[in-house]
């Protein structure tokens, strides 16, 4: 029996491994997959609820996906209209922005050349103009490959919504193929533990979006407030760079301050300094609230997460912090659960 166990856990923990590294491997063409599972996970309580008042599993989906449909039509009437004219108007002053900027640049380069500074000085400051120029070119070609890769985004976006539909539709199949696999002794507990890991996930995953949702809106509403131009996309550009935890916020502001800075210094600064209040009401309030309460931590362990994710593994690790501490936070109770629990008399 004790030989069976052990080549039973042995099976399971080679296919796991056999699992991640698949994954690992084919990685970059999981971008409509992970789009997928995050469209599944948001609608997934409300599929759940229809289901209980009776509807059937795909009608229920439908439902869900034309309620969808139309909250967002209602949306895009709303906010595509001026951010069509957002960007319309943007392109049409684009050559007046870069005219500004040049003569801007030509003005602070006359001043530094008729500056007596000493050689060495000089020196240093051309080194790091010749730095910064470096590293511009280069965060411009990451954009411009950005922009070439935009048709793979779109065809992410456009399938994801079919994929999370079958998702959906054979979620307890799916359920019960898992479970089928895994052998009876061990079924009930690790399937509560992998619920329990699911919850987890999808907690995070909601939480990420209501939180982009409310720094969003707060972004557009703050621009439109202070006179910025493009409020609309400036909100939408600040929301979804919000998804990234603490580098998000900062990209989220840039344009914002440039546009500001483009019509007036004060107005740059007010951007700024404005942003900057929100930025610090999402990271000390809104974030560690929103994605802890969802995750299940304390708002202390969420920006722990977050800075150890991002100093171990960058932005990935920025981004999969909390919802890998919040599961390993499950694993460590469920084995300290199984230490301490008493040993059951034999029969």
């Known amino acids: 029996?004790?030989?069976?166990?052990?080549?039973?856990?042995?099976?399971?923990?080679?296919?796991?491994?056999?699992?991640?590294?698949?994954?690992?491997?084919?990685?970059?063409?999981?971008?409509p997959f992970g789009l997928a599972l995050a469209i599944a996970y948001m609608v997934a309580p409300l599929v759940d609820l229809l289901q209980r008042r009776g509807l059937a599993r795909p009608w229920a989906i439908?439902?869900?996906?034309?309620?969808?449909?139309?909250?967002?039509?209602?949306?895009?009437?709303?906010?595509?209209?001026?951010?069509?004219?957002?960007m319309q108007t943007l392109a049409s002053s684009l050559p007046?922005?870069?005219?500004?900027?040049?003569?801007?640049?030509?003005?602070?380069?006359?001043?530094?050349r008729s500056a007596n500074l000493p050689d060495g000085v000089r020196q240093a400051l051309d080194g790091t103009i010749a730095e910064v120029e470096r590293r511009a070119t280069a965060q411009?070609?990451?954009?411009?490959?950005?922009?070439?890769?935009?048709?793979?985004?779109?065809?992410?976006?456009?399938?994801?919504?079919?994929?999370?539909?079958y998702l959906l539709k054979d979620l307890e199949y799916m359920r019960d193929r898992l479970a089928a696999a895994i052998p009876p002794g061990?079924?009930?507990?690790?399937?509560?533990?992998?619920?329990?890991?699911?919850?987890?996930?999808?907690?995070?995953?909601?939480?990420?979006?209501?939180?982009?949702?409310?720094?969003?809106?707060?972004a557009g509403l703050v621009s439109h407030l202070l006179g910025l131009r493009y409020p609309v996309l400036l909100g939408i550009f600040a929301g979804?760079?919000?998804?990234?935890?603490?580098?998000?916020?900062?990209?989220?502001?840039?344009?914002?301050?440039?546009?500001?800075?483009?019509?007036?210094?004060?107005?740059?600064?007010?951007?700024?300094?404005?942003?900057?209040?929100?930025?610090?009401?999402?990271?000390?309030?809104?974030?560690?609230t929103i994605i802890g309460e969802s995750v299940g931590l304390h708002p202390l362990a969420v920006m722990f997460a977050?800075?150890?994710?991002?100093?171990l593994g960058g932005l990935a690790g920025l981004i999969l912090a909390v919802p890998l501490v919040g599961i390993l936070r499950i694993a460590w109770l469920y084995v300290c659960r199984k230490l301490t629990a008493a040993p059951q008399a034999a029969p």
Do not use: C, K
């Not at 399937?191 to 969003?216: E, K, P, Y």
């Not at 977050?306 to 100093?311: K, V």
């Open 1 to 31: 029996m004790r030989r069976r166990v052990i080549l039973a856990a042995a099976v399971l923990g080679g296919g796991a491994a056999a699992a991640l590294l698949l994954l690992w491997r084919v990685r970059a063409v999981l971008a």
């Open 62 to 86: 439908v439902v869900v996906y034309a309620g969808l449909v139309l909250a967002g039509v209602v949306v895009l009437l709303r906010v595509v209209p001026p951010a069509i004219a957002d």
């Open 240 to 288: 979804i760079t919000e998804l990234v935890p603490i580098v998000g916020p900062i990209l989220g502001a840039l344009p914002a301050v440039a546009v500001g800075l483009l019509t007036s210094p004060w107005l740059g600064l007010e951007a700024a300094l404005a942003f900057a209040a929100i930025q610090q009401v999402e990271n000390a309030l809104l974030a560690p």
């Open 186 to 218: 061990w079924r009930s507990e690790i399937m509560t533990l992998l619920r329990a890991f699911d919850a987890v996930i999808a907690g995070f995953v909601r939480g990420q979006v209501i939180l982009g949702v409310i720094v969003g809106t707060l």
């Open 96 to 112: 007046g922005y870069s005219s500004a900027v040049r003569t801007q640049l030509e003005h602070w380069r006359v001043h530094y």
């Open 306 to 311: 977050i800075l150890a994710g991002g100093y």
């Open 140 to 165: 411009l070609g990451a954009v411009l490959g950005g922009v070439f890769h935009l048709a793979e985004g779109l065809f992410s976006l456009i399938l994801a919504p079919f994929l999370a539909f």
